[in-house]
């Protein structure tokens, strides 16, 4: 059914940062198409957490790193709300290694999912998203840190932030922003696994503010550029880490 009502995709939304960005954007009213890609039973339960508060939610199953995964999120979401508004990059995938140890294999997925499932994501996006819409794509702050052990992470965002800057200018006749959010070190079950607690400490000195992000800050920005309040605001990369970098 077409409704009024503004309707968003966020990928990987079943848990963590994604999680949040589907609870804040339906603070404002927006239908959410919930994405995951093999967690059914958080994609279900945070669904039905969303139409307790009275948004509107579906869940719906895809793998980005499909060739047909996004297009099926698009269908799934005029299937049930009608043509869309806003779509989130934000399912992604991490592996540390030194690039002299990384496995074939392991540069393999994180460009996958990483980089090809969001350039697929822009793809279906700036051909089927309503006029005036908005495209986010969820990047790291590990670009710019460059540390150790984070270099095809790195560069498979590096590579999000250069194609958003250049879709910007590709959709800007059809009043369609698009923007990314790179976020620091947040507080998620994705941050924490694999770190002892003196790594995780020393992580939070990296910021002035001497802590980790939370979930929601991160959803704070993107609804700030999901939102009307954004319109002039276009090929930006919005750097949420505390001042780290």
Not at 145 to 158: D, L, R, T
């Amino acid at each position: 059914m077409e409704t009024k009502q503004k309707t968003a995709i966020v990928t990987g939304a079943s848990k963590g940062i994604g999680a949040a960005i589907a609870r804040r954007l339906a603070q404002d009213d927006i239908a959410i198409v919930v994405n995951y890609s093999t967690d059914l039973v958080s994609a279900q339960k945070l669904v039905a957490e969303l139409e307790r508060s009275g948004g509107q939610a579906v869940a719906a199953q895809a793998n980005v790193a499909d060739p047909q995964g996004i297009s099926s999120l698009f269908d799934a979401a005029e299937q049930t709300f009608g043509q869309p508004d806003i779509l989130i990059n934000n399912a992604g995938t991490m592996q540390n290694s030194a690039l002299a140890l990384a496995s074939d294999e392991e540069f393999d997925k994180q460009i996958a999912v990483n980089l090809a499932g969001t350039f697929r994501g822009m793809r279906e996006a700036a051909n089927r998203l309503k006029d005036g819409g908005r495209i986010i794509s969820i990047s790291s702050s590990v670009v710019g840190f460059y540390q150790p052990g984070y270099g095809i992470y790195a560069a498979s965002k590096a590579a999000v932030e250069a194609m958003t800057k250049v879709l910007a200018k590709e959709l800007g006749t059809r009043s369609i922003t698009v923007n990314a959010v790179s976020p620091g070190p947040v507080e998620t079950e994705f941050f924490f696994a694999g770190k002892s607690d003196a790594q995780i400490e020393a992580i939070k000195r990296l910021s002035p503010l001497g802590r980790l992000g939370a979930p929601n800050e991160i959803a704070d920005a993107v609804a700030y550029l999901a939102g009307p309040e954004s319109g002039w605001v276009n090929g930006q990369i919005l750097r949420v880490n505390g001042g780290a970098i």
